[in-house]
């Protein structure tokens, strides 16, 4: 059974930073793309972020520059490290996996395979 567990949500200051685990208990880690959405209160689920088996990483417009996004392919663990957070970017941050190599974010968005259960950060103003 696939499973994707988020961790390292939280409350942290404007300006502060967090960073976001994702881990792979199945087999679809390697070969594939993983990657992050988030979803505000009252607004659509939003890409935030990609990384594939090949090292590529995509970015949505609002995080370039201040996220990170890495994998550990020992640990089947996707990190995003989010710095100079700002209120908007609270939300629930899904884990997300599509099965192959997307060339865009938008790609990735369009057909996710697996979701985790997610997890919420709260950046105070």
Same mark, same amino acid.
């Given at each position: 059974?696939?499973?994707?567990?988020?961790?390292? +949500?939280?409350?942290?200051?404007? +300006?502060?930073?967090?960073?976001?685990?994702?881990?792979?208990? +199945?087999?679809?880690?390697?070969?594939?793309?993983? !990657?992050?959405?988030?979803? @505000?209160?009252? #607004?659509?689920?939003?890409?935030?972020?990609?990384?594939?088996?090949?090292?590529?990483?995509?970015?949505?417009?609002?995080? *370039? !520059?201040?996220?990170?996004?890495?994998?550990?392919?020992? *640990? #089947?663990?996707?990190?995003?490290?989010?710095?100079?957070? #700002?209120?908007?970017?609270?939300?629930?941050?899904?884990?997300?996996?599509?099965?192959?190599?997307?060339?865009?974010?938008? !790609?990735?968005?369009? @057909?996710?395979?697996?979701? !985790? *259960?997610?997890?919420?950060?709260?950046?105070?103003?």
């Amino acid at each position: 059974e696939v499973r994707l567990v988020e961790s390292g +949500g939280g409350l942290v200051q404007a +300006g502060g930073s967090l960073r976001l685990s994702c881990t792979d208990s +199945g087999f679809i880690f390697d070969g594939n793309a993983i !990657g992050w959405f988030r979803q @505000a209160p009252g #607004k659509e689920r939003e890409a935030v972020s990609c990384i594939l088996s090949d090292g590529r990483r995509y970015y949505g417009d609002s995080v *370039k !520059g201040r996220f990170t996004i890495s994998r550990d392919n020992a *640990k #089947k663990t996707v990190y995003l490290q989010m710095n100079v957070l #700002k209120p908007e970017d609270t939300a629930v941050y899904f884990c997300a996996a599509f099965i192959g190599l997307p060339d865009t974010l938008e !790609g990735f968005s369009r @057909a996710i395979d697996y979701w !985790g *259960k997610g997890t919420l950060v709260t950046v105070s103003s």
